[in-house]
């Protein structure tokens, strides 16, 4: 069973920056593929970013050049990195590991944390 902890989230004004993390219990989050997603209100749920086992990362448009995800798979945390911040980026913000086994898919996500950007 895999347990996935958000932090980090807050208010922030526009062009602020702030430091989202995830911590997973858990075996198997070296080998997964670790995700950023929010959800804005009255929106779906969106990708933001995500990192392989391997460190291989994949962006939305509207966060490249502002937004770094990492992990430290030795603290089996990761990591959202949210600078230039805009009020557009206000959501909650969710984690999402994503593993691949001989018997299917798992997927698993954390209770989010909200991010308001406002002046």
């Known amino acids: 069973q895999v347990q996935l902890v958000e932090s980090g989230g807050g208010w922030v004004q526009p062009g602020g920056s702030l430091r989202l993390s995830c911590a997973a219990s858990?075996?198997?989050?070296?080998?997964?593929?670790m995700g950023w997603y929010r959800q804005a209100p009255g929106k779906q749920r969106e990708l933001v970013a995500t990192?392989?086992?391997?460190?291989?990362?994949n962006y939305a448009d509207s966060v490249k050049g502002r937004f770094t995800i990492s992990r430290d798979n030795a603290k089996n945390t990761v990591y959202l990195q949210m600078n230039s911040l805009k009020p557009e980026d206000t959501a909650v913000y969710y984690c999402?590991?994503?593993?691949?086994?001989?018997?299917?898919?798992?997927?698993?996500w954390g209770q989010g944390t909200q991010v308001t950007v406002s002046s």
């Open positions: 999402n590991l994503a593993f691949e086994s001989v018997v299917g898919p798992y997927d698993y």
């Open positions: 858990g075996r198997i989050f070296g080998i997964s593929t």
């Open positions: 990192i392989t086992k391997s460190s291989s990362t």
